[in-house]
């Protein structure tokens, strides 16, 4: 059982900045694919972006590329996503994810609330 423990979230003003983290409790950390989901009031929740166990290749949706940048440090057991040039639009939940392949999600974090402003 992998526990993931997302922090960083909080309150910003459009055009501001924030990164959020993910800690796993798991020491095999690096074999899984991490990725960020985000669920916005009254919708289902989406895919933002995801990093490779072992290439470090990254993947990101269509509405977050050039803006956000997710990375790791499996010395760390953690996966960051900087957010810059936030938007009202990315008010959000944002849930890290671990998987072990890149369709299912094995395992989710508890979420944290990201809020911009206008």
């Known amino acids: 059982q992998v526990q993931l423990v997302e922090s960083g979230g909080g309150l910003v003003q ?4 924030l990164r959020l983290s993910c800690v796993a409790s ?3 950390f690096s074999s899984y694919h991490m990725g960020w ?3 916005s009031p009254g919708k289902e929740r989406e895919f933002v972006a995801r990093i490779t166990r072992s290439t470090d290749w990254t993947i990101y949706a269509n509405s977050v590329k050039g803006r956000f940048t997710i ?3 499996n010395a760390k ?3 960051y ?3 810059n040039s936030l938007k009202p639009e990315d008010t959000a939940i944002y849930y890290c994810a671990a998987q072990k392949t890149t369709t299912i999600v094995d395992y989710w974090g508890q979420g944290t ?3 911009v402003s206008s």
């Open 71 to 73: 990375s790791r440090d």
């Open 26 to 28: 798991e020491r095999t």
């Open 81 to 83: 996503l900087q957010m």
């Open 113 to 115: 609330q990201v809020t």
């Open 77 to 79: 057991n953690t996966v």
């Open 37 to 39: 989901f985000g669920q």
């Open 14 to 17: 459009a055009g501001g900045s």
